[in-house]
């Protein structure tokens, strides 16, 4: 979605309110309209309440010297309503956008193990984040 979308405000409003503290963040950047051309948030519901969200975007956290991109970032799913494959559902949808885009490769930075490698991402390593710490970086074809 963009910030067009009738949902926009609703799905910013339930990021901010989340349990995950980057939640706030996120709400902040949908509120700023800080999403670029071809950028976007996708929101999970359940029977028409916001469940989850996730993002495409350029860049991540990962510092600026590397040159991958795009990124998944900011998944997060309702503590209420894990358990139902929600995360890999909006996976699959932007993996399906992003392909639609043109891009040969998704990227997600994580210090998860064993999440991203179930939706056949596959680990490159620890890389610097723009933080100045480490995370594992992911990649996967399209």
Same mark, same amino acid.
């Given at each position: ?50 469940? +989850?969200?996730?993002? @495409?975007? /350029? &860049?991540?956290?990962?510092? !600026? ?7 998944? #970032?900011?998944?997060f799913v309702d503590e209420a309503r894990r358990g139902r494959r929600l ?23 994580? +210090?998860?193990?064993? @999440?991203? /490698? &179930?939706?056949?991402?596959? !680990? ?7 933080? #100045? ?10």
């Amino acid at each position: 979605m963009t910030n067009t979308h009738e949902k926009w405000e609703t799905v910013a409003g339930f990021a901010e309110k989340c349990s995950w503290r980057a939640g706030k963040y996120l709400a902040e950047l949908m509120r700023s309209d800080s999403f670029r051309d071809r950028e976007r948030v996708f929101a999970a519901f359940d029977d028409g309440i916001p469940a +989850g969200f996730c993002t @495409l975007t /350029e &860049k991540d956290e990962l510092a !600026p010297k590397y040159p991958y991109t795009p990124f998944i #970032g900011f998944v997060f799913v309702d503590e209420a309503r894990r358990g139902r494959r929600l995360s890999g559902k909006m996976i699959k949808k932007v993996l399906e956008y992003a392909k639609s885009i043109g891009h040969r490769k998704v990227y997600v930075m994580s +210090g998860e193990k064993g @999440l991203y /490698e &179930k939706f056949g991402f596959i !680990p490159m390593g620890e890389h610097e984040t723009v933080y #100045g710490n480490t995370e594992q970086l992911f990649v996967k074809g399209l």
